[in-house]
């Protein structure tokens, strides 16, 4: 079952525009994991927020956590051709349960 | 470290033939998962496993579907007779003591086709 919803599903930006793409979740959470997929390959961990961290960066991308709201968001700055691919937001329960992925969300970067 | 290993990277088969998948996770990673993928359902884990042992398969959509770890460097996924429905892509990940605490390294997963 999805835990996390992405917002939206697809996404085409402008080379050198920001991407901002959204999850949306239904239950506590212990953290919040951002994932890529390029086209054909496996999923690549991003980044990682845990439930009493309201943002964190890691180079381009910049990820804020709402836990009143449960939600989440991951920006992109200055988006690259090779940007282009699906993202996932993944989330943790309380416990040792496994991470629910989302539908993810398809950004595409037009040069 | 060559990071997460799957075989094969695509497999077509016929509808009632048995098909086998293989996992070998990063050395020193106590957990290992099986997820499918697909575009109606997305990422599902169908079975994960803690130090060889299988923990959760309530996933597993079918007694059709089975699992194996004999050692912490291998697992299989069978799937026995094969249906076109299960046509998707299966991964495999693994990830260190502390699990959902650390991100998952997936394999480059395994494209199954059941004609």
């Known amino acids: 079952s999805q835990q996390g919803e992405e917002d939206p599903q697809a996404l085409s930006i402008q080379e050198g525009e920001n991407a901002t793409m959204n999850c949306s979740y239904k239950?506590?959470?212990?953290?919040l994991q951002w994932y890529r997929q390029n086209s054909g390959r496996g999923l690549v961990h991003l980044i990682l927020i845990r439930s009493n961290e309201r943002e964190k960066h890691s180079g381009r991308l910049r990820v804020t956590l709402d836990t009143s709201k449960k939600s989440s968001s991951l920006l992109i700055t200055a988006s690259r051709a090779a940007d282009t691919a699906s993202y996932f937001c993944?989330?943790?329960?309380?416990?040792?349960?496994?991470?629910?992925f989302g539908k993810g969300t398809r950004l595409s970067v037009i040069a | 470290d060559a990071g997460v290993i799957q075989s094969p990277r695509h497999e077509v088969t016929e509808m009632g033939q048995e098909v086998t998948l293989r996992c070998k996770p990063i050395?020193?990673?106590?957990?290992l998962f099986w997820y499918r993928q697909t575009m109606m359902r997305g990422l599902e884990l169908l079975i994960y496993?803690?130090?060889?042992?299988?923990?959760?398969d309530s996933g597993m959509p079918e007694d059709r579907f089975s699992a194996k770890m004999p050692n912490a460097s291998f697992s299989t996924l069978k799937i026995q007779p094969s249906e076109p429905r299960d046509s998707a892509v299966y991964f495999c990940?693994?990830?260190?003591?502390?699990?959902?605490?650390?991100?998952?390294?997936f394999g480059s997963g395994t494209r199954l086709t059941v004609v």
């Open positions: 993944a989330t943790a329960n309380s416990g040792n349960t496994p991470l629910v």
């Open positions: 050395s020193g990673h106590d957990y």
């Open positions: 990940a693994s990830s260190p003591i502390t699990q959902a605490n650390y991100g998952y390294t």
């Open positions: 239950t506590s959470i212990n953290n």
């Open positions: 496993f803690n130090n060889n042992v299988p923990i959760d």
